[in-house]
């Protein structure tokens, strides 16, 4: 925590939350005293209500408000962080990340100028780049691999190889891809993971067109094609060598 559990805690004492915004993985409760709290997920936080319950072994914070409703912050693998900002100053340390996040594929202002724009010239594989928080916030490996396969677009191809309609059709399916993930309340996995604060999973992992299905026949319609899965860039990538070119 920053700046240190003592900290944090004498900045959220007696603190209103008046609203709650997001930034990729990063969750911001906006206060009432000109501060704010900050929680990065990491690679495995949720945020959870546990009510009146013993501390969860993973349970970082807890915050109890005067209604007697709890939250609590919960990281088995730990690279979360939770950090306590203060309104129009300068960022700390451990959230100095935010800064240099780009566009969220679902804003208005995500353009297929802007990602060519990106990727252009660019001999790094595509799949690489969009996992770049600088160019798709918000896009994990998941949603990297499901968005490359709705585009028709094999994910270790050159970013600079992608031709304009290939690029338009790369920057709608990121868009469809994020809002189908919010639709069906997230992807929850078999070795857990993203949750949702009462403890319910998400549906999207259903509905998934090639992540997690190596082995397994293509999803798109009049595709023959079987999903296979390779490294690249250290992680495990899922595409359709039959209909992503």
Known sequence: M??????????????????????GKYLI???????????HLGMSGQVRRFGVDPMHR??????????GQTLSFVDARRFGRVCVITD?????????????LGPEPIEKGYSAAYLGGHLSGRKARVKSLLLDQRVACGVGNIYSDEALHRAGIRPDRQ?????????????????????????????????????LVDG?????QDRLR?????????????CVGVVRRQKLGGRSTHFCPACQK
């Open 2 to 23: 920053h700046p240190g559990p003592a900290g944090v805690r004498r900045g959220l004492l007696g603190a209103t939350v008046l609203g709650v915004g997001r930034r």
């Open 29 to 39: 409760f906006h206060l009432n005293n000109g501060r704010g709290l900050v929680l």
């Open 58 to 67: 993973h349970e970082h914070m807890r915050l109890e408000f005067s209604d």
């Open 88 to 100: 129009g100053g300068p960022l700390p340390r451990c959230v100095r990340g935010m800064e240099r």
């Open 159 to 195: 970013a600079g190889s992608l031709k304009p309609p290939e690029v338009s059709r790369l920057t709608v399916a990121l868009g469809s891809v994020l809002k189908d993930g919010i639709r069906w309340c997230g992807t929850t996995m078999k070795d857990g993971g993203f949750v």
């Open 200 to 204: 319910g999973v998400g549906s999207f």
């Open 210 to 222: 090639v992540y997690g299905r190596e082995g397994e026949r293509c999803r798109r319609r009049g």
